[in-house]
């Protein structure tokens, strides 16, 4: 059993940085490890990968195109915490951001989560405004 619990959203200018926590209780996967990622949803708009991590196993971090070169996903107190700092926010990048976990498999775990993660958080409100 996982349990995952967000913190850090809030409201702020464009240009600016924040940071998003998942709290992560639970392992799935020893093997293949834990992957954890955030995405995004918006009201009308299907949820949307942001960026993913493996907790054990080999490790790796992966990214959409949206986030790559302006977000950064990490593992803080051995994968007991799972950030992701946004920079350079943008409008377009308001939404609810919800951590995920599943078990980490050969795939990309941005791949496996955006169709098999198991648990899920509650989510936090990332509100930016030009």
């Known amino acids: 059993q996982v349990q995952l619990v967000e913190s850090g959203g809030g409201s702020v200018q464009a240009g600016v940085s924040l940071r998003l926590s998942c709290a992560v209780s639970?392992?799935?996967?020893?093997?293949?490890?834990?992957?954890v990622g955030w995405f995004r949803q918006v009201p009308g708009k299907e949820r949307e990968e942001v960026a993913a991590t493996r907790i054990g196993g080999w490790g790796g971090t992966y990214y959409s195109d949206a986030a790559l070169g302006r977000f950064v996903i990490s593992q803080v107190n051995a994968g007991n915490t799972v950030d992701l700092q946004m920079g350079s926010l943008k409008p377009e990048d308001t939404g609810m951001y919800y951590c995920?976990?599943?078990?980490?498999?050969?795939?990309?775990?941005?791949?496996?989560?955006?169709?098999?993660?198991?648990?899920w958080g509650k989510g936090t409100q990332v509100t930016v405004s030009s």
């Open positions: 995920a976990a599943g078990a980490g498999s050969w795939r990309s775990c941005l791949s496996s989560l955006s169709s098999e993660a198991e648990y």
């Open positions: 639970g392992y799935i996967s020893p093997t293949a490890g834990t992957c």
